[in-house]
């Protein structure tokens, strides 16, 4: 399961690729 701290992870990620 995915936890609140992968989906910080992913979420940093996501902004990084997405800019």
């Known amino acids: 399961p995915l ?3 992968q ?3 992913i ?3 996501s902004v ?3 800019r």
């Open 7 to 9: 989906l910080q992870n």
């Open 11 to 13: 979420w940093l990620l």
């Open 16 to 18: 990084q690729i997405l």
């Open 3 to 5: 936890g609140p701290r």
